[in-house]
């Protein structure tokens, strides 16, 4: 198996997790506003058109993304396309589409902090369950690593839409509120928030 065979009811099934919704998991989370650079990119994006999971992925996601990087200056690296080696045994491993990690080495993932899955097809629910999978493996690395981390986050996105998750305690969380490119400062806001709480964990951790 690999990450994107999973369901949520075979995570349940293989993993003991549970599974559960929260509404408005981010309601205090402040709205963070795109710079002029991203406001332009996202505007090429939408004049060029993003009809393919490729173009969504170069012309939404990255954009975002790297936003977050240099507002943040830089302190974890945006891996694309990277394998994350979390559990083999056990299926889980495979490639991500995003990973956010606290290293400078683009090319090598060290303790993961949060996973982005694409949405294939534009199915929500099934990259919800990917995404998932992705965050019990970058569990199983981080402690591997001696570098667990309590509470890790995820996201399932097709670039227009983005829905958020948390696994903490063997259960996930999943956000019910479903966010829209439309609602920018809204989503910069979530993620800020979710890089605030990983780099206060990850010092925490460190101590």
Not at 51 to 77: C, D, H, Q, Y
Request: charged share 25%; aromatic share 8%; with cysteine.
């Amino acid at each position: 198996m690999a990450y994107s065979d999973f369901t949520l009811e075979r995570l349940i099934q293989d993993f003991g997790v549970e599974v559960r919704g929260e509404q408005n998991m981010f309601a205090d989370a402040p709205a963070v506003e795109p710079s002029p650079w991203l406001t332009e990119s996202l505007q090429l994006a939408r004049d060029m058109g993003y009809g393919s999971e490729k173009s969504r992925s170069e012309r939404l996601v990255s954009p975002i993304l790297g936003e977050l990087s240099r507002r943040n200056k830089n302190t974890f690296a945006v891996i694309s396309g990277a394998n994350l080696d979390g559990d083999a045994s056990h299926g889980l491993n495979g490639e991500c589409d995003f990973i956010l990690s606290f290293t400078r080495l683009q090319d090598l993932v060290r303790a993961p902090i949060f996973c982005i899955t694409e949405a294939k097809k534009q199915d929500m629910d099934l990259g919800m369950a990917q995404c998932a999978a992705q965050l019990l493996g970058a569990a199983r690395l981080n402690e591997r690593q001696k570098k667990a981390i309590p509470t890790l986050y995820g996201c399932s996105t097709t670039g227009v839409e983005w829905r958020f998750l948390r696994f903490e305690a063997k259960a996930f969380v999943l956000d019910e509120t479903r966010y829209l490119i439309t609602e920018l400062p809204q989503i910069l806001g979530v993620l800020q928030q979710i890089i605030d709480k990983q780099l206060a964990a990850s010092a925490t951790a460190q101590r």
